[in-house]
């Protein structure tokens, strides 16, 4: 089955270490996003790549950064974790980022900063 | 702005019984509106979207939703609840294709 991969699901990083988090897709769509989702709060948009253009959210910290080197994966890497940034983090890909594209989401990865 | 109001951030039914889960909209232009559901420690997965063609709307596991734009709402329902669908609840409006705006959620409980 077509699907988006999130590895790994449980992320365990030191305040201030660089941690990367990783996006695959077989769906061969052309837009990936990566949100941030706190404990009982709506998924927040970071940013989200057109092919290879990237678009960031104005209200994304600098700390958060991604690469996305082919069709099919995206990292997020944030240079130094604060214990605010423990959260679950999705990703997911349209399409063609057309109006009514469907988004479809990986299974996320819960990151805890100690 | 675009946006949604999830009214009810938790909805307790008993199983078998209807479930109703309101979202009502705030849109400039003509709304894409989407439901997810999110298990607990798993990604969303689309239950349906509405994106102006039928007002009524129907997804997987029996919910549908209608659009009315009188009301500026996109409710969703199921007829009768089951155990499976407990789980958390996510109104998202999409103004451009590329930006999706969550609703806060609403937490489903069934009763047995």
């Known amino acids: 089955d077509a699907m988006v991969i999130q590895n790994p699901r449980y992320q365990v990083t030191q305040f201030g270490k660089p941690v990367t988090l990783s996006c695959s897709q077989t769906?061969?769509?052309?837009?990936m996003y990566w949100y941030q989702q706190k404990s009982s709060q709506a998924p927040k948009l970071l940013f989200h790549?057109?092919?290879?253009?990237?678009?960031n959210e104005a209200d994304t910290p600098d700390n958060f950064q991604s690469r996305r080197p082919n069709t099919s994966f995206c990292f997020l890497d944030i240079r130094s974790p604060g214990l605010g940034d423990a959260a679950m983090y999705l990703c997911?890909?349209?399409?063609?980022?057309?109006?009514?594209?469907?988004?479809?989401f990986g299974p996320g990865t819960r990151l805890t900063v100690l | 702005a675009q946006s949604v109001t999830q009214l009810g951030s938790h909805v307790s039914v008993s199983e078998g019984a209807l479930v109703l889960l309101r979202c009502n909209y705030s849109?400039?232009?003509?709304?894409?509106l989407f439901w997810y559901v999110q298990y607990p420690n798993q990604g969303l997965q689309l239950l349906l979207k509405?994106?102006?063609?039928?007002?009524l709307v129907k997804g997987i596991n029996g919910f549908e939703a209608e659009f009315k734009k009188s009301e500026t709402s996109f409710h969703l329902t199921k007829p009768s609840a089951h155990m499976s669908d407990a789980a958390e609840y996510f109104c998202?409006?999409?103004?451009?294709?590329?930006?999706?705006?969550f609703g806060t959620g609403t937490s489903l409980t069934v009763i047995p």
């Open positions: 997911a890909t349209s399409r063609a980022g057309s109006l009514g594209d469907t988004q479809y």
């Open positions: 769906l061969n769509h052309n837009v």
């Open positions: 998202a409006v999409s103004p451009t294709g590329n930006q999706f705006y």
């Open positions: 849109s400039s232009v003509p709304p894409y």
């Open positions: 790549y057109y092919d290879k253009d990237f678009n």
């Open positions: 509405y994106t102006s063609a039928a007002t």
